[in-house]
């Protein structure tokens, strides 16, 4: 009995130190993150100079961006930038997608479709290619309303999903123009994201109950503050395990990469045809192809570099490639003209890029907005 009593004490305070270890660190963790980004420069003088921001509201645009906003499940796509309609730069609700400059009585919507070069990572509401659209509608007196739903990472298989089910429900009208916005994201039939979650998800909830905990239970104390930590220490030394969250890489020339992409673009002409919706599908321009890149690496938390050769020459075979895709509109020579620079970082568009990409886009729908 009184060996039993010790076990006991000591399961209870080893519970207890352990819970007690754990808020401990959390609540170090909290004070040296609100530390760390008390003077943190995300963004280099020249990307700040690029999006006509102070170092304080970059460092705002960047917390909005990648650190307070994070993602929610959507259904059929797996991910969507959840919602938040009280910042500075960065607001999106469901119903909307990305706030956006437009008009505000509308005869007829633009829904904008693509990756996060649409959405506008690293821009402002006001600095995205919508957004730019949308001021030169209101300068023309053009009662069109623009819906921006760009979301990170996706490619035509999610753009062709995410579109149907706004025709579903009933968000799409007759006449409405739909603009697909594709290129640096196409991997073929690649996975999404969250795909390799998801599975496990599934593959949990359709087992006995324990079976349902041994894949809950890992979740559970992988989210504790010392697992986090632990994790950290594995970052700083690359010891992570392979994340069960699809890594995006540009870089990379899927087998069925034009088959896929030439098959989406048949099927979303197939349903505008059908539905009376104007559809365009534009190749965007390629980072350090297209525009004035870096010509040296920046400093700051989004950094950039200059691509070494081997990855600069994957990039121009998959632009050539997609550029040869049947009834897709190329508008990579939107940048052709540009002297400043075109990207805020290795992928994404600076405002004025985004500005001249709009005005392309512009020229090419102008028949079909009266």
Same mark, same amino acid.
Request: with cysteine; hydrophobic share 35%; glycine share 4%.
């Given at each position: ?5 010790i ?8 519970t207890?130190?352990?819970?007690? +270890? ?6 170090v963790?909290?004070?040296r993150?609100?530390l760390k980004?008390?003077?943190?420069k995300?963004?280099d ?7 006509n921001l102070?170092?304080?509201?970059g460092?705002t645009?960047?917390l909005?961006t990648?650190?307070d906003?994070?993602f929610?499940?959507?259904q059929?796509t ?9 910042n ?13 400059i437009?008009?505000k009585?509308?005869k007829?919507?633009?829904?904008f ?6 959405f506008?990572y690293n821009?402002?509401d ?8 949308g001021?030169? +509608?209101?300068k ?6 623009i819906?921006?739903f ?12 995410l ?5 579903l429900?009933?968000?799409?009208k007759?006449n409405?123009i739909?603009?697909?916005?594709d290129?640096?994201?196409e991997n073929?039939?690649r ?29 559970f104390?992988d989210?504790?503050a ?11 030394y690359?010891?992570?395990?392979k994340?069960? +969250?699809e890594q995006?890489n540009?870089?990379?020339l899927n087998?069925n990469?034009?088959?896929v992409?030439?098959?989406n673009?048949?099927i979303?002409d197939?349903?505008c045809?059908? +539905? ?6 534009f190749?965007?321009p390629?980072?350090t192809i297209?525009?004035?890149?870096f010509e ?6 989004i ?5 070494n ?12 490639l ?6 897709i509109i190329?508008i990579t ?8 620079l075109?990207?805020?970082d290795?992928?994404h568009?600076s ?5 001249e990409i ?5 020229t090419?729908?102008?028949d079909?907005?009266?």
């Amino acid at each position: 009995m009184k060996k039993m009593k010790i076990v006991i004490n000591i399961i209870l305070i080893t519970t207890f130190l352990f819970i007690s +270890l754990n808020f401990t660190l959390g609540w170090v963790w909290e004070i040296r993150t609100n530390l760390k980004f008390k003077n943190f420069k995300p963004y280099d003088d020249v990307v700040l100079k690029a999006l006509n921001l102070s170092q304080e509201d970059g460092l705002t645009l960047y917390l909005e961006t990648f650190i307070d906003r994070k993602f929610d499940y959507d259904q059929f796509t797996e991910h969507a930038e959840n919602s938040g309609y009280d910042n500075k730069f960065v607001n999106v609700t469901p119903e909307l997608g990305r706030k956006t400059i437009s008009p505000k009585n509308c005869k007829k919507n633009i829904f904008f479709y693509g990756g996060s070069t649409t959405f506008g990572y690293n821009v402002t509401d006001e600095q995205t290619i919508p957004s730019y659209l949308g001021k030169i +509608l209101l300068k023309n007196k053009q009662e069109i309303c623009i819906k921006n739903f760009g979301r990170g990472s996706y490619f035509s298989t999610q753009e062709n999903i995410l579109f149907q089910k706004h025709i579903l429900n009933k968000k799409i009208k007759p006449n409405d123009i739909i603009i697909f916005l594709d290129g640096i994201n196409e991997n073929g039939n690649r996975n999404s994201r969250n795909t390799g979650f998801l599975f496990e998800v599934n593959k949990a909830i359709n087992q006995d109950y324990w079976d349902m905990y041994k894949f809950t239970f890992p979740i559970f104390f992988d989210s504790l503050a010392i697992n986090q930590f632990i994790k950290r220490i594995q970052k700083k030394y690359n010891l992570q395990k392979k994340s069960n +969250l699809e890594q995006i890489n540009v870089f990379t020339l899927n087998d069925n990469l034009k088959h896929v992409f030439e098959k989406n673009i048949l099927i979303r002409d197939g349903i505008c045809k059908k +539905l009376n919706l104007y559809c365009y599908s534009f190749l965007q321009p390629f980072a350090t192809i297209h525009g004035k890149y870096f010509e040296k690496p920046t400093q700051g938390a989004i950094e950039t570099r200059v691509l070494n050769i081997g990855e600069n020459k994957k990039i121009k075979e998959k632009y050539k490639l997609l550029s040869r895709t049947k009834n897709i509109i190329n508008i990579t020579n939107a940048l052709d003209d540009t002297i400043s620079l075109s990207y805020v970082d290795g992928v994404h568009y600076s405002p004025l890029a985004n500005e001249e990409i709009s005005n392309k886009i512009y020229t090419i729908i102008l028949d079909k907005l009266n």
